[in-house]
């Protein structure tokens, strides 16, 4: 079986694994999670990072450091994973959908403004499967209602948009340097893991300050065990650090792989007109996370069908992600009765993403791609 996504650990992960061990520094302090965080801070261009145990736990440490009161509302893409709705709905704010770019899949960024009410405190757009979504009409529409913008970048490490604000030059910068805080995941299938992970970056210190004391349980600054405020326990280990910061180091080639896959596959299914991929717009430089397609509805195939097909052929594929608006879980919340996401329900039936581990060869792209071209003669 070829599979999706597996991670590429290197003998120096080890080497600094082994370090934690033999040094002890095996829990939460440690020059290894000092290191990653400035060095990851750094690569995106932001002042201050806050590791954390995971990505979902990145996006509700950032949410919970606005301060919401109960029934604010975040704005968020219908299109994504459930961690941004789970992290809104945990602080006791309500998530607010925007559908899908038909040709982006990420949130479509002329839906936003009509979806703002006196009660929005924050917009929370997401990058797509590697690829950058259209920031500067979402920061212009922060300013100028005076909104917080939480950038989920946990599929984008690397990628790059080119912004326009402020009237200068089109400046290329990473992706995760936008907005008040970005939020990263550094799980097992991320362009860079370490193992579970994440981490919230800011440029503003008293967020850096709010951030820490809420990811260590709020300890008091006088007197430790006296609590302001409740916090979680969502630290990450200098171990898992230690490994984030091997992969770090050697982001450049991991990146390199991953758009040659991206090419690899573009290429090889050029000729099948019944998919289509994300497209890359002018403005950015994805870093083909994942290789999603989607199937024209007319060839009569779903995603799950034709991930049935491949699957046969040795082929391990994903289906895409169920809207936010069709989770049970949320629906059962009394959210978004009777709202509809057209594009994100398309996507979901008809998307599914192709083997994409930047450790995939050449030799199994052409394995993808003939199967797909004997599933669409
Ligand atoms: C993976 C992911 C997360 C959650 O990260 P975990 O580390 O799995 O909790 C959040 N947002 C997006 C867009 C993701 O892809």
Redesign the pocket.
């Known amino acids: 079986m070829i599979p999706v996504c597996e991670p590429q650990l290197g003998e120096k992960e080890g080497v600094y694994l082994a370090e934690c061990v033999r040094s002890g520094w095996v829990s939460s302090s440690g020059r290894f999670i000092e290191q990653f965080e400035q060095r990851w801070a750094e690569y995106c261009g932001r002042r201050h990072g806050v590791a954390v145990c ?4 990145a ?1 509700q440490c950032a949410v919970a450091a606005l301060g919401l009161a109960p029934g604010n509302e975040v704005i968020m893409p219908s299109f ?2 459930v ?2 709705a789970q992290a809104i709905v945990a602080c006791g704010a309500v998530p607010v959908l925007v559908d899908a770019d038909a040709e982006t899949w990420t949130m479509d960024v002329g839906l936003v403004e009509s979806k703002i009410s006196p009660r929005t405190r924050a917009i929370m757009p ?1 990058h797509i499967y590697g690829h950058p979504v259209d920031l500067d009409p979402i920061l212009t529409l922060a300013d100028k209602h005076g909104l917080a913008v939480i950038e ?1 970048a ?2 984008a490490h690397g990628a790059q948009y080119r912004t326009v604000r402020d009237g200068s030059e089109p400046g290329w910068r990473r992706c995760g340097g936008f907005g008040d805080m970005s ?1 990263f ?3 097992a299938n ?1 362009i860079i893991t370490t193992g ?3 981490m919230v970056l800011t440029d503003d210190a008293m967020l850096d300050k709010r951030l820490r004391s809420l990811r260590n349980l709020c300890f008091g600054d006088e007197q430790r065990f006296r609590h302001e405020q409740l916090g979680y326990n969502f630290r990450m280990t200098n171990m898992q650090a230690a490994i984030g910061l091997a992969q770090l180091e050697r982001i450049d080639e991991i990146l390199q792989r991953k758009r040659r896959i991206g090419a690899g596959y573009a290429q090889g299914l050029e000729e099948v007109s019944a998919i289509s991929f994300q497209s890359c717009q002018p403005w950015a430089r994805s870093v083909y996370w994942m290789n999603g397609i989607v199937i024209d509805e007319k060839s009569g195939f779903s995603a799950a069908d034709v991930s049935n097909q491949l699957r046969v052929r040795g082929i391990d594929t994903r289906p895409f992600f169920t809207g936010m608006h069709d989770q049970p879980a949320l629906l059962r919340l009394g959210m978004f009765a009777g709202e509809s996401y057209p594009v994100t329900s398309r996507l979901s039936r008809q998307g599914l993403y192709l083997p994409s581990g930047s450790g995939l060869t050449q030799e199994q792209i052409d394995t993808v791609c003939n199967a797909i071209g004997e599933v669409f003669p």
């Open positions: 995971n990505g979902t736990a996006l994504t994973i961690s941004c997401v989920d946990a599929e939020c995941s550094f799980y991320k579970e992970g994440g």
